[in-house]
């Protein structure tokens, strides 16, 4: 069983940088693709990014290209999403999530990261 855990959250002004990362444990990751999602009050889940099982092939939401990038440590069983730029629309809680290679569903899921950006 695959237990995901997010940290790196915090409460930061419009325009700067936070790194999030997401370390796995149970089972290596390294054949997953591993996505970030956020979730702001009131609002549904999102989808913020993913990268591929080798982190050859990524995708990124249409509100967070160009800012945020998302990488994978597959020796260290860890994925990060770099966030640059941060607006106070950011403002989520921030989940990360793994599916195994041919999944369409996450079954996977931490239990979040607070990211707050105050203008």
């Known amino acids: 069983q695959v237990q995901l855990v997010e940290s790196g959250g915090g409460l930061v002004q419009a325009g700067a940088s936070l790194r999030l990362s997401c370390a796995a444990s149970?089972?290596?990751?390294?054949?997953?693709?591993m996505g970030w999602f956020r979730q702001a009050p009131g609002k549904e889940r999102e989808f913020v990014a993913r990268i591929s099982w080798s982190g050859g092939n990524t995708h990124a939401a249409d509100s967070v290209k160009g800012r945020f990038i998302i990488s994978r440590d597959n020796a260290k069983n860890t994925v990060y999403l770099q966030m640059n730029s941060l607006k106070p629309e950011d403002t989520a809680i921030y989940y990360c999530?793994?599916?195994?290679?041919?999944?369409?569903?996450?079954?996977?899921w931490g239990q979040g990261t607070q990211v707050t950006v105050s203008s």
């Open positions: 149970g089972s290596t990751v390294s054949s997953y693709t």
């Open positions: 999530a793994g599916r195994k290679i041919g999944a369409v569903e996450y079954p996977y």
